[in-house]
């Protein structure tokens, strides 16, 4: 069965980088899409980024596009969001989560489609931008 680890998740400064990790155990992420969401407390989660399973296609949230980055190592079994330009309001928890199907804006961004076509969710990894 298919489990998710985030890691990398820090205190940085604001304009800071972080690179947050997605490692994968007891199946192939090959054939997965992954999604980067976040959370902060009393907030619902909000999509960042997602790749497709196969890395050709991404996309991103109007809030993080041209700050991070979102790509894949199927060898490794790893999704890594590297994350540049950081502001104190990207402080959340970031989890990342599988699904089976295309890597679509729509499920991305619209809650009740994530919680429906994401059926593998990590633990999460907190990010704090602060000075």
């Known amino acids: 069965q298919l489990q998710l680890v985030e890691s990398g998740g820090a205190l940085v400064q604001p304009g800071g980088s972080l690179r947050l990790s997605c490692a994968a155990s007891?199946?192939?992420?090959?054939?997965?899409?992954i999604g980067w969401f976040r959370q902060a407390p009393g907030k619902e989660h909000e999509g960042v980024s997602c790749i497709s399973s196969s890395g050709a296609s991404t996309n991103y949230a109007d809030s993080v596009k041209g700050r991070f980055t979102i790509s894949r190592d199927n060898a490794k079994n790893t999704v890594y969001l590297q994350s540049n330009s950081l502001k104190p309001e990207d402080t959340e928890v970031y989890y990342c989560?599988?699904?089976?199907?295309?890597?679509?804006?729509?499920?991305?961004?619209?809650?009740?489609?994530?919680?429906?076509?994401?059926?593998?969710w990590g633990q999460g990894t907190q990010v704090t931008v602060a000075s």
């Open positions: 007891g199946s192939s992420l090959d054939h997965y899409a």
């Open positions: 989560a599988a699904r089976i199907g295309p890597c679509s804006i729509e499920a991305l961004t619209n809650t009740a489609r994530t919680i429906t076509e994401y059926g593998t």
